[in-house]
């Protein structure tokens, strides 16, 4: 295996095993196990589980970046945008497993670590703020679509915060009660409600995302 597969299969590993535990309970041993590889191998590429964290952190961030792109696209309507956006919720923090609700691990992590990890935390904190680019792009091109009520262009930054912060309490919600079809019934409504979109265009648009190979 090549050192770059190796690195690469190490930041993935590391990104499943603390999606499906969380960051404190998943040591370097277990890692280098799961991958398959040595510990020589995992501190030749990393020197520590906090830098492995950041770096698969940022690789996780360059495969949502490609989705969001995708689901952003202005060949799509400003409300096919946010059907897209909502479907995304759906398939990568919600899923279809009441009883294994994903969410999102990196959330999670921040929770767990607190302030402790400065790296980390200041990590997370680019995370979000680059999630909150694109929430504030579809905010606005439902304003200037003159979809929403009431919004304007100084509003937009703070609505970006709150769509992070309601998805983000709605699948911590879901993971406590394991009711994965009231989340599904309320995570569009409590969207459409805080950014204030027009009643009429509620569940107007079918989403786009994910496409069909056929149609890929």
Request: aromatic share 8%.
């Amino acid at each position: 295996m090549s050192p770059t597969d190796t690195r690469t299969l190490l930041l993935e590993t590391a990104l499943n095993l603390i999606w499906n535990s969380n960051y404190n309970s998943v040591g370097v041993n277990e890692i280098c196990k799961q991958a398959g590889v040595t510990k020589g191998s995992f501190y030749h590429h990393f020197e520590s589980k906090a830098e492995l964290f950041c770096e698969a952190t940022s690789h996780h961030w360059d495969h949502i970046r490609q989705d969001l792109d995708c689901i952003l696209s202005p060949i799509n309507t400003p409300l096919e945008q946010l059907e897209n956006w909502i479907q995304f919720i759906y398939i990568n923090k919600v899923g279809e497993d009441k009883d294994n609700v994903p969410g999102c691990a990196l959330f999670s992590a921040g929770m767990q670590i607190g302030c402790g990890e400065t790296r980390i935390t200041e990590t997370l904190q680019l995370m979000t703020e680059r999630g909150a680019k694109y929430n504030q792009a579809l905010v606005r091109s439902l304003l200037n679509g003159n979809y929403l009520n009431g919004a304007q262009e100084k509003d937009i930054e703070q609505i970006a915060r709150l769509m992070q912060q309601y998805v983000q309490g709605a699948i911590s919600h879901a993971q406590v009660t394991r009711n994965i079809d009231n989340v599904k019934l309320d995570l569009p409504q409590g969207i459409y409600r805080l950014i204030g979109l027009k009643p009429e265009f509620w569940y107007s648009a079918k989403p786009t995302w994910p496409r069909s190979e056929a149609t890929a």
